[in-house]
């Protein structure tokens, strides 16, 4: 399961789950009956694409946390459900992305401090390529519009 999360990654995403599924048939069914279904995970596991891009997304992101980025949640974002809200601001000018035809919004996410601060950068191997480009047309849609 390491191997999946910090290995493989988003490059190969099914990886994580095989990687259970083999645990899982161990502790069910025992050995020796779960040695095909060990070989089936390790052979995916070997030949899945890699990348560690998740992994080196947490790093930066714990470090900034440490180093005092972590800032405020932008006040459109936080709830508004409660007296006293909109004096606080809170939910003003929110957009539900819902409402957007490309079911995303263009408005700012990330605190003040991390705004344009990109953690995951996907290597474009594996199920990472297609992950990339979905990535890059949300970015350039929450970039382009926000204002």
Same mark, same amino acid.
């Given at each position: 399961m390491i191997l999946a999360s910090e290995d493989i990654g988003m490059a190969g995403p099914s990886a994580l789950q095989v990687a259970v599924a083999a645990a899982q048939t161990v502790a069910?069914?025992?050995m020796p009956e779960a040695q095909l279904t060990l /070989? #089936? /995970?390790?052979? #995916?596991?070997?030949?899945a694409p890699k990348s560690n891009a998740v992994t080196t997304a947490l790093a930066a992101a714990m470090n900034d946390i440490k180093a005092g980025k972590a800032g405020l949640v932008p006040a459109?974002?936080?709830?508004?459900? =409660?007296?006293g809200a909109a004096a606080l601001g809170n939910?003003?000018? =929110?957009? =539900?992305? #819902?409402?957007?035809? +490309?079911?995303?919004? /263009?408005q700012q996410y990330p605190p +003040?401090?991390?705004?344009?601060?990109? =953690?995951?950068?996907?290597?474009?191997?594996?199920?990472?390529?297609?992950?990339?480009?979905?990535?890059?047309r949300l970015r350039a849609i929450i970039r382009k519009k926000r204002g």
């Amino acid at each position: 399961m390491i191997l999946a999360s910090e290995d493989i990654g988003m490059a190969g995403p099914s990886a994580l789950q095989v990687a259970v599924a083999a645990a899982q048939t161990v502790a069910l069914i025992g050995m020796p009956e779960a040695q095909l279904t060990l /070989a #089936h /995970a390790t052979i #995916h596991l070997a030949t899945a694409p890699k990348s560690n891009a998740v992994t080196t997304a947490l790093a930066a992101a714990m470090n900034d946390i440490k180093a005092g980025k972590a800032g405020l949640v932008p006040a459109h974002l936080r709830d508004g459900h =409660y007296s006293g809200a909109a004096a606080l601001g809170n939910a003003q000018g =929110y957009k =539900y992305s #819902h409402d957007d035809p +490309d079911g995303v919004v /263009a408005q700012q996410y990330p605190p +003040d401090e991390l705004v344009d601060v990109d =953690y995951y950068r996907p290597t474009g191997r594996g199920g990472e390529r297609e992950i990339a480009g979905r990535l890059d047309r949300l970015r350039a849609i929450i970039r382009k519009k926000r204002g």
